[in-house]
């Protein structure tokens, strides 16, 4: 019997290796290092498909842990029902993105340093995902950032450098509030093990924690674009290479998968503070509709797709909000759904750009003639953001709606709660009209000028937009393939 | 009892189209042949199945028979914890199956025709095959979520038909858009209004279930029905509002007031997607859930009174929808239009029967007629689809003052529009007589007279727009000499319709008294036999006869005979002018919504964007970034880059860390 849990730190050594090996030899190699760093990804995802069915196996997380800093604590990477979908999916995501970067990369220069940047990059992601140690996860945190700025200000597209800076400030300035959180929580409850922080903070005043957990909060606001501080985000969407566009989401909703887990895992006294969740719900809420309205105004593709995750975003903040199991497993999905929708939509943003000549949607019109599978990927990717049935969008968004009406009806009637819940079912709306009206002004119509002189598909950009739409579906039509885990949950979660 | 088999014949149904549509593509690379004649076959095969079903009517059954599977597990939720996945079968679904498949079948045939040569077949089989399998599943389901997903898959599919023609061609205006200037919308735009329209509705309907959820925790049929003693009492008053939200859903799918608009847009797609989607299964969506949200509403009527609110909205709805709807056909310039309309406003007819059984004691005969002219609806009205397809190709237009004369050219569609229009306007002794018959007559016995006026109103209209629709489409000077018969693989369906809307009229009452029986298993009442008052039992068929008169006298004069120009009486008068105006522009409601709702979103969109985001936030922005650069200036006397405050931050923020770890170790 293999031992499982090393499983897990093979899943983010291996492309932190490739990586190496990439930036040592990436002359000699050539062009074969998108292949390696391919490999490794994969391996990657294999290690992480098996952890997920040892896991699902056991019917208990899986936990590894290794001696690190005697400050800090042990160094623990840990899969259970909430980091173990997520996980997968960041994975799925870097490996397609991985297959879309090769065809991309194909007119531009710097193989080696791309691919042992992209690699760190997921390396990072990965981390983030699977750390239980405060410290190891707000270093991976760091890694994203530093990995997904070279990359943007390196192979990005036009204003690189001051969308990058500004990316760079803000994230910055809300990762510096989260290790002031993190700073804080280790002097009062000597410990950064997430998994311990719930007992010990069981005797702390409920002031203390909410100061922790909002500066927590608010630095991962930032990462998640919730409004107002969202307005790195659309900058640095379009300003980065594609594929780096395509997994951007995926970073954006990390800050919500560690949100889940501060609140959930970390902080399940702050579940109860109901003023808190309120608080948290309505600014959710703003967020959904603004990142909504805005992106009904753009013109260009990327940009609409960028204000479309902040939107997106709101969606998980109000699951992070809904104070509910039920809710959690809606972010979690929501998550999924989110980073395969939009990595596919961004990549078919690029796909155009690079055939059609642009992203413009004035410019466009009529391509469902022309690009079919496109087409049908494209309606896809929007059919599931806008929450329709029986794609994973519609999943997340009905269990997160679910969870905050379960909330406020179970135990005493809960009227402003309702209330700001059926104003956001209502308003998801929005994510109807921008979808439909962005499908209408570039699939429908008399071909543009543009779209016809388009040259064909490059077949392997096609590639990791044909999985991503099969998986929205087939994920959609059983999403317990990705919810059965949660059984393995943290049993001390509120109802 | 062959309780396997059952269960078998119900996954199958629903199945079997899905498949078709799946190996469209496949079948399509064999050749055009295999593709158009193997979509067919999976609509049959649908067919078959759900005709196999109609056997258990007749067997002493206990209702409902369910068959489920484990779809969607959420562990330790305390609601929505297992979602199954369910078929149940009761009469109410068999019926509604049968009704769906049949129709289907015969106008997928009528498609082979219809859409021969068309660039697009692919995609229209896809669709077509897609739409009927979500319809099945929509009925089958036995809980709501599962229902949702077949509500949303037929949504997909009728915004997918609607557009089937996304070019949007200016040229082909006259076939492909629909409207006059300034409400002529191409088929792309008619497909999102009808999409945003319905899905506005849903989202009210999500909202209801999810609440339902919430107060008794469950959300599959049988299980609602006694559900009400599962609420906490404190939250009982929410029962009924759960039920009203859910009725969003179905009055957008419906197309009932206010959310109608989307209907007579859809017009847009191809005359067979609007027979069946637009006419005959779809928009039923809405009648059928309210039915089977019936007898649930019912039995929690008498723990929770204020139930009965969802019985008054139901048939309040359905008596305006179907007045205004009805009046708006009348002056209506375009064939499908007229159609369209007419849709509406028998839908309402039907919501405004099934409103009326839950508030008389007549329960089980507002029910049955409500059913009952589905049934005959979704026959006579696919008909007059079908046939209108046809004519509409042999004018070159959609618009009436492009026909006339018809009649010689196309005799075959002639007489079976004919059969259709009558069992529309209630002629007896067609199907239609008997169901609006009973329609109003169950009105009238629960007491309110209003609605009931409305309903004999509307039966003047109807009589007068289908009149005037056989009138301004098969007599008068001919307008298009060569017009010519339909080929017969599209003649022999709306054939077969038309001559089936009469047969069920001459078995109506064996009909009616077989519904009753069947349908009366599944309602918390006891059935008995409608003996009600002797009154209305006459009066309602002899005043709706008459009605039929008052309405078709004057278009029969007007645009069958033609004694006097139609355009005179109207020009001549002033307020007739203004009328004509108000009812093609449709009382301005359409013209609201773009100008109140679709408009503004857009302009709000603008600001956001424009103001909101690149002045305020973006000025926020760079406010920040010059004070932070005056602050550094101050600092280090010295003009760097902004670059620096990130090493400025970083060393603070690990300084910060060590600090908070030394204090926190010691």
Known sequence: ?495 | MSLELWAIYAWTSWMMPLVGALLTPLLARIGGRARDYGAVIFSFFAMLTTLSLIPLLFEEVKWPLRSQISWVLLPGAPILSEIKAGVLLDPLSIIMVNIVSVVSFLIMVYSLGYMRGDPGLTRYWFFMNFFIANMLLLVLADNLILMLVGWEGVGLCSYALIGYWYRDSREGWLHYWVGEPPEAYPPSHCGMKAFMVTRFGDLFMIAGTLMLAATVKTVSFPELLHADSLAPANLKWLLPISLILILSGAVGKSAQLPLMEWLPDAMAGPSSVSALIHAATMVKAGVYLVARLFPIALSWSASVPTTTSFFYAVMWIGALTAFIAASQAVASTELKKILAYSTVSQIGYMMMALGAAGLSTEIIGGYVASIFHLMNHAVFKAALFLAAGSIIHAAGSRFLRDMGGLRKHMPITFYSTLLAAFALMGMPPFGGFWSKDLVLSMTLSSGEYAAFILGLVTAILTAFYSIRMMGLVFYGGGKSEEAHEAPRVMWVPYLILAVLSLILGLVAPLLEGGLEKVLARILPVHAHSASGALGPQLIVPLASIIAIVIGAAPAYALYVRRVKGQGEIVERRGYMKALRTLLIRRYYINAFYYKAIAHPSIRLSQIASKVLELKVIEGINNALSIGARRFSDLIRKAHTGVLNHYVIGLILGALILIMLILTGGA
């Open chain 1, 1 to 495: 019997m293999i031992d499982a849990s090393h499983l897990l730190l093979q899943s983010l050594i291996v492309p932190i290796i490739a990586s190496a090996i990439i930036f040592a030899m990436g002359k000699l190699l050539g062009k074969r290092v998108g292949w390696i760093a391919l490999t490794s990804l994969a391996y990657s995802m294999i290690c992480l498909v098996v952890a997920g069915y040892f896991v699902h196996r056991s019917g208990s997380p899986l936990q590894a842990s290794y001696p690190w800093a005697q400050l800090l604590g042990d160094f623990i990477l840990y899969l259970d029902g909430l980091s173990g979908p997520v996980a997968l999916v960041t994975a799925v995501v870097g490996l397609l993105a991985c297959i879309y970067s090769i065809a991309y990369m194909d007119l531009r220069d710097g193989w080696g340093g791309y691919f042992s940047l992209y690699l760190l990059f997921n390396a990072g992601m990965l981390g983030t995902v699977l750390s239980t140690n405060l410290a190891s996860f707000f270093l991976f945190l760091e890694l994203i950032l530093i990995a997904s700025w070279s990359l943007i200000v390196v192979w990005g597209e036009k204003d690189r450098w001051r969308a990058a800076l500004k990316y760079f400030l803000y994230t910055e300035t809300g990762a510096l509030m989260f290790l002031v959180g993190i700073g804080l929580t280790y002097s009062i409850m000597g410990t950064l093990n997430i998994l311990e922080l719930a007992s010990r903070a069981a005797g702390l005043s409920p002031t203390t924690l909410s100061l922790i957990a909002s500066l927590m909060l608010v630095g991962l606001f930032v990462k998640m674009a919730i409004f107002p501080l969202h307005s790195w985000l659309p900058d640095a969407y379009s300003a980065a290479p594609t594929p780096i566009s395509a997994i951007l989401p995926v970073v954006t909703g990390i800050g919500g998968y560690v949100a889940l887990r501060i609140l959930y895992i970390a902080f399940p006294q702050m579940i109860g503070q109901n003023d808190f969740m309120i608080a948290l719900l309505a600014l959710a809420l703003i967020t959904m509709i603004y990142g909504g309205y805005v992106a009904l105004a753009q013109n260009r593709l990327k940009k609409l797709l960028a204000y479309s995750s902040i939107s997106q975003m709101g969606y998980m903040l109000f699951g992070v909000a809904s104070a509910s199991v039920i809710g959690l497993a809606g972010a979690m999905l929501m998550y999924v759904a989110h980073s395969l929708s939009k990595a596919m939509l961004f990549m078919i943003s690029g796909m155009l750009s690079r055939t059609v000549g642009t992203d413009n949607l004035d410019e466009l019109g009529g391509l469902a003639g022309r690009m079919r599978t496109m087409s049908i990927a494209f309606m896809i990717g929007f059919l599931s953001l806008m929450g329709y049935p029986p794609l994973l969008g519609f999943w997340g968004e009905l269990f997160i709606f679910a969870g905050s009406i379960y909330t406020a009806l179970h135990s005493s009637l809960d009227i402003p709660r309702l209330a700001l819940t059926i104003i956001a079912i209502i308003f998801s709306l929005i994510t109807a009209g921008y979808g439909l009206w962005t499908i209408r002004r570039s699939l429908f119509g008399e071909e543009s000028e543009a779209v016809r002189r388009a040259q064909p598909e490059p077949r392997l950009m096609l590639v990791p937009i044909i999985v991503s739409a099969i998986l929205l579906v087939v994920l959609g039509i059983y999403p317990t393939t990705l919810t059965i885990l949660l059984r393995t949950l943290a049993p001390l979660l509120p109802g």
